[in-house]
């Protein structure tokens, strides 16, 4: 059989599950990242959040905090960076040896499925997680020019290039946040596209489930009602 006699196994309702996945991770990205004035998502009211931060710190002597915070938030992004590359890993290492995924569809289902359907449906998953990773890398860079920019901050706030200084520090900052954030929807997205695994109906049930989640923590969480609370 060719690969497009492989690729046929795929069927109508495949193609419409990995076309509802893709829709739905750049659809709740982007309304996350634009929502309406009246419903602000939890990343602008903590991207207003890190501005004030940055305003703040221009007057704060000495700065020790401001430091240990962002070395925190490089951190976070160094973790959750390797830990998408350790499972890139994983995947590449199911994608050359698919017997595991066959022992267990002949466990579950009398049908043949071919090496290159499983390959198929395990790139999607690679796919998100190599997103997710090159995503959180350049978090950790951006995060690293906001550290640059911050270190460029005059002590004195009556220097009028402090001001300036410390904002384009605020939006760095606010930017590296927003990838970080892209790269946990991805990974988000890569749990939900191994469902496709089990077949066209558990990928759109699991799709279903990551929306849901990262909508309801974005717009319908505690920490939310809480950012709301005496908003300046």
């Not at 300036?164 to 605020?170: I, K, N, S, V």
Request: contains cysteine; aromatic residues 12%; charged residues 15%.
């Amino acid at each position: 059989m060719t690969m497009m006699d492989h690729l046929s196994l795929l069927t109508l309702l495949d193609w419409c599950a990995l076309a509802l996945m893709l829709v739905a991770w750049f659809g709740i990205g982007w309304w996350i990242e634009h929502p309406g004035v009246r419903w602000p998502s939890v990343t602008t009211l903590i991207a207003q959040r890190r501005r004030d931060w940055m305003r703040v710190f221009v007057a704060r002597d000495p700065r020790i905090f401001d430091s240990q915070l962002l070395a925190s938030l490089r951190q976070g992004t160094a973790f959750f960076a390797s830990t998408s590359l350790l499972a890139i890993g994983g995947v590449l290492a199911l994608l050359g040896n698919t017997d595991p995924l066959r022992g267990f569809a002949a466990e579950v289902s009398s049908a043949q499925v071919p090496a290159l359907v499983w390959q198929v449906k395990l790139g999607l998953v690679a796919l998100l997680l190599t997103n997710a990773f090159l995503k959180f890398v350049w978090a950790n860079r951006v995060f690293g020019y906001c550290a640059v920019v911050m270190g460029s901050v005059p002590n004195d706030p009556a220097d009028p290039s402090a001001y300036p200084l410390a904002a384009q520090a605020g939006e760095l900052n606010v930017r590296a946040a927003l990838n970080f954030n892209r790269g946990l929807r991805a990974i988000y997205f890569a749990l939900g596209a191994v469902a496709w695994l089990l077949g066209a109906v558990p990928l759109m049930i699991a799709t279903v489930i990551v929306v849901w989640t990262v909508w309801s923590r974005e717009f319908a969480s505690i920490p939310r009602s809480i950012l709301l609370r005496n908003k300046l």
